[in-house]
């Protein structure tokens, strides 16, 4: 494990409980973002990644040696740094700033010249801004110095501190492409500290909720969007974002209508229309003894067929499209549009009928997704693409929820 | 004029001279021990507010008074009064270097530290070049104050060009009164403007022009 921290707890004197038994362990080239409101122990935890606080009881380990057994400098500088206001040194050049510590680990003058022009190289910006100063730059530029001045003496864990928190969105977002690439291409761990739940959210290969100095949760993006741990995480995600999160975290088996209605093969016509009358449906899905889905039919089938044929599998269509029931709506929604099926067998795993995606599913999703809660301005011009995009054809069984299926 | 240069043309260099260089000596000492102390005093917060007491309560002692007490511990001539005028010396510095040091922004201390540099190095690097100007005009400061005061040191005999003023006021010699306060202005403003220029020299450029 590269960063292990185990049981950390921090109080301050006076007794206040900054961090409570904070457990976490980080592999090589992950994104963790801490999130939380302010006083949530977030920066008092990362901080004591790189010893700027001490922790008042437990330990935290790097590539299996407890820093606490370090000589501190050393250690700070093996671990990239980044704080909220930038922190480039204004009386140095670009240079200067960028080799600061290949210059504290005396690094000699001509690698440190090749490795500040690399680092520049790395945020696009040109080489002769080396020579400038950081009060020449704009906020943006000084920050992504900053960045790669973390970077420079092949730190291979890096600390943020919002970082980007005092920048514009668009500068914003640049920067934080910026550092994602950084982790993915790199290979660097990053431990980065946010209250922007977007932000953790796109850059995050796993974030870390905290609350009054406790984990509330630790989990992938989508894990969070999908299972908030309590109403504390739903409350930071906020209802706007789990709602738009809503069809990309969704599976086809949370929306599905379950115990469809299905025939088998070896039942003569006369019993599936019965079927089909009684249950007022117009196609009945086929499964085996197993349940394991083999095909449809259609009451067109019946009916064309219903002189010549005797049973169900003498005119089922056993070219059926189908879903799996794990898959997530989010894939599979425009499919099931554009083909403009009337309704879509879901199955498990084994191949197991479980369930049914109608085209009245298909309405609740895209109303949920859009009404879910109220309106907003901005939705309500997505409403017109989503109904346009919807064949009008197929809408025969759209109107009931339940008898629906066919 | 012409006349008055003529007859004390020598001695005024002589004193001139006698003047500066208690002047710069006690200024130097000073600045070896207002600079430390005040770098000092930002580490340890506890007892700044003690030592700036003192340092001002030093500055209130009337010019004369102190340059007296000064006889009975080191006797007369320049020794004593380059310690008195040390001890003014003292003030302007100390409480500059330390705002100046308090002044400089915590995120570069933070970040200096984060990054790995030991406290020697923040402090060599980082913090005194960005409190370099606001030192640098105490110093200004405490110069001006001391070529003033050092006027006062002919009193307990340190020579200087107080030594003219004093005959002046002696004798009724107006002349003599000029001829020793007038150099001691120019003298002031010259150094001045030499620290002026010393100020500009220290503060770190912050762009490429």
């Excluded at chain 1, 910026?178 to 946010?194: A, I, P, S």
């Excluded at chain 1, 309405?363 to 859009?370: C, K, N």
């Excluded at chain 2, 004193?15 to 200024?27: D, F, G, R």
């Excluded at chain 2, 202005?185 to 150094?191: K, M, R, S």
Aim: charged fraction near 20%; charge should be negative.
């Amino acid at each position: 494990m590269f960063l292990t921290m185990e049981h950390l707890n921090k109080t301050y004197p006076g007794g206040k409980v900054a961090v409570e038994d904070f457990n976490l362990e980080i592999e090589k080239g992950e994104f963790i973002c801490f999130i939380g409101t302010s006083g949530s122990g977030k920066t008092t935890t990362m901080r004591m990644i790189n010893r700027m606080l001490s922790q008042t009881s437990g330990t935290i380990k790097l590539n299996g040696e407890d820093i606490g057994k370090m000589d501190p400098v050393k250690l700070r500088r093996k671990i990239g740094y980044v704080i909220q206001n930038i922190g480039l040194m204004p009386h140095m050049t670009i240079r200067d700033n960028i080799t600061l510590v290949p210059k504290l680990l005396k690094w000699p003058q001509e690698k440190m010249n090749q490795r500040a022009k690399e680092m520049i190289k790395l945020v696009e910006l040109p080489e002769d801004y080396l020579d400038r100063y950081p009060s020449e730059l704009s906020g943006g530029q000084q920050q992504r110095i900053g960045v790669v001045r973390a970077l420079a003496a092949n730190q291979d864990l890096v600390l943020m501190d919002e970082p980007f928190g005092a920048l514009d969105p668009i500068t914003r977002e640049a920067l934080q492409d910026l550092v994602k690439d950084l982790q993915e291409r790199l290979g660097k761990t990053f431990v980065f500290v946010t209250h922007d739940m977007d932000e953790a959210l796109k850059l995050s290969t796993r974030i870390v909720v905290m609350d009054g100095g406790k984990i509330m949760q630790v989990d992938t993006p989508d894990g969070i969007l999908r299972h908030p741990a309590n109403e504390f995480v739903e409350n930071l995600i906020g209802k706007d974002r789990l709602i738009q999160a809503r069809p990309s975290i969704t599976t086809v088996g949370q929306v599905m209508l379950k115990n469809p209605i299905s025939t088998t093969p070896g039942k003569s016509l006369t019993d599936a229309l019965r079927l089909m009358h009684e249950k007022r449906v117009d196609s009945l899905l086929v499964t085996d003894e197993a349940n394991i889905l083999k095909g449809m039919i259609g009451i067109e089938d019946v009916d064309y067929n219903f002189n010549s044929a005797t049973s169900v599998d003498d005119i089922m269509n056993r070219d059926i499209f189908y879903v799996q029931s794990n898959s997530l709506i989010r894939d599979t929604v425009e499919r099931i549009l554009k083909r403009g099926f009337k309704n879509i067998p879901v199955v498990d795993d084994e191949h197991r009928l479980v369930g049914i995606v109608t085209r009245a599913t298909l309405v609740d999703i895209v109303y949920d997704a859009l009404w879910g809660d109220e309106e907003e301005d901005e939705e309500s011009d997505n409403i017109h693409h989503g109904t346009d995009k919807t064949p009008v054809s197929g809408a025969s069984q759209t109107d009931a929820k339940g008898g629906d299926q066919g | 004029m012409i006349t008055f240069l003529q007859t004390y043309g020598t001695q005024l260099l002589l004193k001139t001279w006698q003047h500066l260089y208690i002047s710069a000596i006690a200024l130097a000492l000073g600045i070896i021990v207002a600079v430390p102390l005040g770098i000092l005093l930002t580490r340890t917060k506890k007892i700044s507010g003690f030592v700036m007491a003192i340092a001002s309560m030093l500055q209130t002692i009337p010019a004369m008074a102190l340059l007296a007490l000064m006889i009975p511990f080191f006797g007369i001539g320049a020794i004593p009064a380059i310690i008195a005028l040390f001890i003014y010396s003292l003030l302007p510095i100390l409480r500059n270097t330390y705002l100046g040091m308090e002044d400089v922004n915590p995120a570069l201390i933070d970040a200096a530290k984060g990054m790995g540099l030991t406290g020697w190095q923040s402090i060599v690097k980082v913090e005194l070049p960005m409190a370099a100007p606001v030192i640098m005009a105490g110093i200004r400061l405490s110069a001006t104050y001391v070529i003033a005061w050092a006027a006062l040191a002919s009193y307990i005999g340190a020579g200087g060009l107080g030594d003219f003023i004093f005959n002046g006021l002696n004798l009724y010699r107006t002349d003599l009164i000029l001829g020793g306060s007038i150099p001691v202005i120019i003298l002031a403003l010259i150094v001045d403007w030499l620290l002026g220029k010393l100020e500009a020299a220290v503060t770190p450029r912050t762009t490429q022009a």
